[in-house]
């Protein structure tokens, strides 16, 4: 079974350019996730779907982000324009479901390494 | 403010020693806490589920302690081995079945 799918693997951009990245998450898994990672720090949340929805974004900037999971599947998560601190790897993780006592394990994707220039 | 705080500093062992990584955390009341590897260029890895009504887990090499009382999580790797060098990450679910958030992780190295 093929893992969480992301691309590009890299992408280096100049500031104020914009760039997409692609996830398509593991088959069957309804909650979609994009983390943040800088160097040297853990995972943050940009934005949780439960099927299309968007469930929390609340730490999403939202004047330059943007993400969409039009059929509840794959996702694109959009930055325009780029800036200087936007360099980061940007990992697409999903799990089976959320919500209730059931124990939410995420499976990641290799992530999507940015550098801004 | 919710925090989840992990070895800062590197962790250097010699191979076949026990490694024991700590993740302490304020203003949660998990319902579970997971352990997750991470190698460079890489997505994390889970390794390990602990519930708040377990003390104890183990899955082969690997053993979590979590102490609700303490708010404090341990994962240890007995008989480590180089292959085990890599930065693990300590997570909580802070509402139950919601997404993760994680600790800065902790970088171990095993030396031959």
Redesign the interface.
Known sequence: EAG?VQSPRYKIIEKKQPVAFWCNPISGHNTL?WYLQNL??????LI?YENEEAV?DSQLPKDRFSAERLKGVDSTLKIQPAELGDSAVY?C?SSL???????????????S?LTVL | SQK?EQNSEALNIQEGKTATLTCNYTNYSP??L?WYRQDP??????LL?I?ENEKEKRKERLKVTFDTTLKQSLFHITASQPADSATY?CAL?PF??????????TSLLVTP
Not at chain 1, 97 to 111: P, W
Not at chain 2, 41 to 46: D, I, L, N, T, Y
Not at chain 2, 97 to 105: D, I, Q, S, T, V
């Open positions: 969480v996730y040297g720090q853990g995972p943050e949340l949780r929390d990992l993780a479901g959320a919500g209730g006592s059931g124990a939410n394990v995420l499976t990641f994707g290799a992530g390494r | 989840i319902a579970y997971q260029g890489r997505g994390p890895v889970f589920l519930r990450l679910d139950g079945g919601y997404a993760l958030n994680f600790g800065k992780g």
